[in-house]
């Protein structure tokens, strides 16, 4: 009798076990799952936005644009929940004057002269392409962005994410967002989607300025064109007017 209950909860721990293992599999397997289906939920939410963004600055006249890409602006903002987003455009014909749209919930975006001598080490970093990704400030910064470690710390931003991007020819640009509320998270995965979002940005603005080149200079040729004929005169075949 006793071998027989021996053998018996033997065979009850075992299945017990058994069950177990197989609902920690399953477990792990239905987080698995769901962590799989946020991640498509929020790339596609995402991709919405940049579908949205990109269909309201293509259509909207130049006058418009400005005010669009604010908007824009406004939309990553909420999606990112930061504090604030800005998209700084250079052209390399005149560096010293960028064109800034800024938007912010609270605290302020960054200024133009990030990328100045001032701040070395954001300037390097720039210059070579790389995303600034700070989720954690001061820790995630190097010992040698002591400027930077000063300004951010001075204006109390907690999370910061900068990303350089090329526009068009001779053009390039920053799209950056902060929190100054919260430290935040910043994927590699939405550095890329972010940047594609201040190129699409960037391009409409590229797209203004030649809309903008090309009417001037054909109000030019008109003006020009109207000064001819006002100084022409016409000759009959004995040369009298």
Same mark, same amino acid.
């Given at each position: 009798m006793k071998?027989t209950?021996?053998e018996?909860?033997?065979?009850?721990d075992?299945r017990t076990f058994e069950?177990?293992?197989?609902?920690?599999?399953?477990e792990?397997q239905?987080r698995?799952?769901k962590?799989i289906?946020?991640?498509l939920?929020?790339?596609?939410?995402?991709? %919405?936005?940049?579908s949205n963004?990109?269909?309201?600055?293509?259509s909207?006249?130049?006058?418009?644009?400005e005010r669009e890409i604010d908007s824009a602006?406004? %939309?990553?903002?909420?999606?990112?929940?930061?504090?604030?987003g800005?998209?700084?455009l250079?052209d390399?014909?005149?560096?010293?004057?960028p064109?800034?749209?800024?938007?912010?919930?609270c605290g =302020?975006?960054?200024p133009s002269?990030i990328?100045?001598?001032k701040?070395?080490?954001?300037?390097?970093k720039?210059?070579?392409g790389?995303?600034i990704?700070?989720?954690?400030i001061?820790?995630?910064l190097v010992?040698e962005a *002591?400027?930077e470690?000063?300004?951010?710390l001075?204006? *109390?931003? =907690?999370?910061?994410?900068?990303?350089?991007?090329?526009a068009?020819?001779?053009?390039?640009?920053?799209i950056a967002? *902060?929190?100054?509320?919260?430290?935040?998270?910043?994927s590699i995965e939405?550095?890329?989607?972010l940047?594609?979002?201040?190129?699409i940005?960037a391009n409409?603005?590229?797209? =203004?300025?030649?809309?903008e080149?090309?009417?001037?200079s054909e109000?030019? =040729?008109?003006?020009i064109?109207?000064?001819?004929v006002?100084?022409?005169?016409?000759?009959d075949?004995d040369?009298?007017?």
């Open positions: 071998g209950y021996g018996l909860k033997m065979t009850v075992e069950l177990i293992n197989k609902n920690t599999l399953l792990a239905i698995e799952r962590q289906q946020e991640l939920d929020e790339r596609l939410r995402f991709e %919405t936005i940049l963004l990109s269909a309201a600055v293509i909207v006249s130049a006058g418009g644009l602006i406004g %939309t990553l903002i909420a999606y990112l929940e930061a504090d604030w800005s998209l700084i250079f390399n014909h005149s560096p010293m004057e064109v800034i749209i800024s938007s912010a919930v =302020k975006p960054l002269d990328v100045g001598a701040y070395p080490w954001f300037r390097e720039i210059n070579r790389e995303a990704i700070l989720g954690k001061p820790d995630d010992p *002591g400027n470690r000063d300004f951010l001075h204006e *109390g931003y =907690k999370s910061i994410l900068i990303i350089p991007f090329r068009g020819i001779g053009n390039w640009g920053l967002f *902060g929190s100054i509320q919260a430290e935040r998270k910043w939405l550095v890329r989607r940047k594609l979002a201040g190129e940005l409409a603005n590229v797209r =203004k300025q030649a809309e080149t090309l009417r001037m109000s030019q =040729k008109e003006m064109l109207n000064a001819s006002d100084r022409i005169r016409y000759v075949k040369m009298r007017i």
